[in-house]
């Protein structure tokens, strides 16, 4: 089992550029979480996915930040422009939809700079 | 007040001795609690379930006091090992709500 892939695990970009970054979460798992990691905020919650349909985006900062999960295997969260603030870790997770298992398995993360 | 909140620490410990965390959660209707790893540049990765009669996994117990809405992590025997930031993680409605970690320093 390969775990969560994310891709790129570095990313340093200029301000005002668009930035994507890629999800494949675990085969079977039916929740896909995106998540942000900074030392002021912590880990936050971005937005969330069940069977590839968005339930929850009210984490996402805002109208520049948007996510997609066009398929079970596959997601995107692009910042178009992206800002100096933006710089953080950014990590997707999934779970499996199995009665009481909550565990999420995170990938490596995205480390992400904006200049 | 944060709906979870834990001691950022850090928490700096010789080796072999024992050290707790607490975390305590605002929303009384939360039903799942767990504790999380997260290695200095990792990924968070589940360390341990809380349950209501507390539980232990080998030099690590986990309890849950529901009256007071806290969750505390001891750990026995401390290893170089051990040293991470432990994260508190509540379940709320739909999703997972996390602390902000507490820094283990675990010193020879």
């Known amino acids: 089992d390969a775990g969560v892939i994310q891709s790129p695990r570095h990313e340093v970009t200029e301000m005002g550029q668009e930035v994507t970054l890629r999800c494949k979460p675990i085969?079977?798992?039916?929740?896909l979480f995106w998540y942000r990691q900074t030392m002021m905020r912590g880990l936050e919650l971005l937005i969330y996915?069940?069977?590839?349909?968005?339930?929850?985006d009210s984490g996402m900062p805002e109208d520049r930040f948007s996510a997609k999960m066009p398929n079970a295997s596959f997601s995107t969260l692009k910042i178009q422009p992206s800002e100096p603030r933006d710089s953080a870790v950014y990590f997707c997770?999934?779970?499996?939809?199995?009665?009481?298992?909550?565990?999420?398995?995170f990938g490596p993360g995205t480390r992400l700079t904006v200049l | 007040r944060k709906e979870v909140e834990q001691d950022p620490g850090p928490f700096n410990v010789p080796e072999g001795a024992t050290v707790a965390f607490n975390c305590t959660y605002s929303?009384?209707?939360?039903?799942?609690f767990f504790w999380y790893r997260q290695d200095c540049r990792k990924e968070p990765k589940l360390l341990m379930s809380v349950y209501s009669s507390g539980n232990e996994d080998g030099r690590f117990t986990a309890q849950l006091n529901r009256a007071s809405q806290y969750i505390s992590l001891l750990i026995r025997d401390s290893k170089l090992s051990d040293s991470a930031t432990y994260l508190c993680?509540?379940?709320?409605?739909?999703?997972?709500?996390w602390g902000a970690g507490t820094k283990l320093i675990i010193k020879p």
């Open positions: 997770a999934s779970t499996p939809l199995t009665g009481g298992r909550n565990e999420q398995f």
């Open positions: 996915f069940n069977n590839n349909v968005p339930i929850d």
């Open positions: 085969s079977g798992h039916d929740y």
């Open positions: 929303n009384s209707a939360s039903q799942s």
């Open positions: 993680v509540v379940k709320g409605n739909y999703q997972l709500i």
